[in-house]
């Protein structure tokens, strides 16, 4: 559970937006209210300077990819992509003191879309058969900080 003051770098993929809405209405409460759709790169975050931000994002190329392998893990449910493999790795070595999800997770875990959370497996079974591939356009950096939602209060384009 997100602390007030952390903060998250994502890619947004506006397209996952159906399938989230279509687990959330058949299982309430296991998508992130608002949530419509990101891959996370680092969570939680560390402060960065709009400038080294804007850096990062523009050494990015878009990229098109298609979220299509399902990961389940207990209580959770998520998408992806051996394509992000290599994003993932240009976006988290200008943070290396950073370990994803506080080290939960091991030291580098794959990047991600995640359908639901805190299901029980025969639910995550369910969601995992509906989980169809999500083609995405991967084009930008948005930094989310938490208080009592999440807020995007960063957004950084690929290449710029």
Known sequence: MPQPGQ??????VPTAAPLLAHVAARFPDVVRP????HVTMLYPFT???L??????AGELAPMDVVLDRVVREPG????????LAPLTAQVRRHWPAVVPYGGRFGPS???????????SDAD?????????PVPARLDQLWVLRYEDTWQVTGRFPFGA
């Open 47 to 49: 402060s960065a300077t």
């Open 124 to 132: 995550a079974a369910t969601i995992a058969a509906l989980a169809a």
């Open 109 to 119: 875990p794959e990047a991600h879309l995640t359908l639901a959370m805190g299901v």
């Open 51 to 56: 400038e080294k931000l804007a850096e990062v």
């Open 34 to 37: 608002g949530d419509t759709g």
């Open 7 to 12: 903060s998250a770098l994502i890619i947004p």
């Open 76 to 83: 959770f449910v998520a998408l992806t992509s051996s394509a």
